[in-house]
């Protein structure tokens, strides 16, 4: 490589690529742009109607019919938090075995509750 030839991916802090401007090519000259009036159009078609913008309420359940916290749901979160402790032992963040011992047995009791309960009702 000659002293004229520039690198393929010049360094910005290089002293011998401090003379080239490596941003040129990236932004266009604002002197030569000529300001011509935007025709902005309409966003959306006049004849339907406008919406409100609630990014969460799809998320959300409709008012008024919520559903009651099951047991299922007891046992799902248990599960997302015994997952979590065991993501912070891999990673070796602060891993708490009581707290996972006394999770694991919550779950576990849970699930052993939920099964007499199914053998109860279908026998």
Do not use: H
Not at 3 to 20: E, G, Q
Not at 87 to 105: A, E, H, I, N, P
Request: aromatic share 12%.
């Amino acid at each position: 490589m000659t002293s004229k030839d520039r690198p393929y991916f010049p360094s910005l802090y290089d002293n011998d690529t401090n003379d080239v401007d490596v941003w040129a090519k990236l932004f266009f000259c604002q002197s030569s742009y000529t300001s011509q009036p935007l025709i902005v159009s309409d966003p959306w078609p006049l004849g339907l109607a406008e919406l409100r913008y609630e990014p969460l309420q799809f998320f959300c359940p409709p008012p008024g019919a919520s559903v009651a916290w099951s047991e299922l749901d007891e046992i799902c979160e248990l599960a997302i938090r015994l997952k979590e402790i065991e993501l912070l032992k891999l990673v070796g963040g602060g891993f708490d075995s009581r707290r996972y011992v006394f999770l694991k047995t919550l779950k576990d009791e849970k699930m052993q509750e939920l099964r007499k309960d199914r053998e109860k009702t279908n026998p």
